[in-house]
């Protein structure tokens, strides 16, 4: 189901990009990649990923920028003198473990500085992207405008995974409208720990 390496996404801040990053890594004894860290309180994505996989160092790659402030990067970028440009970042040659996952940083359209995207990102990557959704009200809308702008990029779609409690209608609606597999619907676990991310992840993609 997964490639060699692909790129998450979300449909917006705070859909669960993390935690599915983390599933992910941990399921599939992943390498994982966070290049731009947009904010480091209470800590970065990095290390939360760390923590609640209980993976040792040796599956995360170092980020190419960390920005101090928890802001989009190009903002960020500005407050702490920095320039982001798109060819400040190549994929890794050798990997400790595969499949290589990268985390996104925000949605598709969020800025890097004055004229290149997160997409424009995936793009020069030339990776599959899996997009992270919210189970509930309005993400439909999201999801169907992340799905197209990645379609006019033509960037490959692995599928959606819908993050939240249950919604079949939404479910439904984002496999219908947007012609996109629904790869999981993730439902929120009670504690984020090494024991409940790999019971999901069996549960999930091993059924």
Request: charged share 20%; proline share 8%; glycine share 6%.
């Amino acid at each position: 189901m997964f490639p060699e390496k692909f790129f998450i996404t979300g449909t917006d801040t705070n859909v669960g990009k993390t935690v599915v990053s983390a599933l992910l890594t941990l399921g599939l004894n992943a390498s994982y990649w966070k290049p731009i860290q947009s904010g480091l309180d209470p800590i970065s994505d990095t290390d939360y990923v760390r923590k609640v996989t209980g993976l040792d160092d040796s599956h995360f790659l170092p980020e190419r920028f960390t920005l101090t402030q928890p802001l989009s990067p190009h903002a960020a970028a500005e407050i702490d003198g920095v320039q982001i440009y798109l060819s400040d970042f190549q994929l890794p040659s050798q990997l400790p473990y595969k499949p290589l996952i990268i985390e996104g940083a925000g949605g598709l359209m969020v800025p890097l500085n004055e004229e290149d995207f997160v997409i424009d990102l995936i793009r020069q990557f030339q990776l599959p992207v899996c997009l992270v959704a919210r189970s509930t009200l309005g993400t439909i809308n999201h999801t169907l405008l992340s799905l197209a702008q990645l379609r006019r990029m033509e960037i490959p779609i692995l599928g959606v995974i819908v993050n939240g409690p249950k919604n079949e209608g939404n479910r439904a609606a984002i496999a219908h409208y947007g012609n996109v597999p629904i790869l999981a619907e993730l439902e929120p676990l009670a504690e984020v720990n090494p024991a409940t991310l790999k019971q999901a992840f069996d549960q999930l993609f091993r059924a």
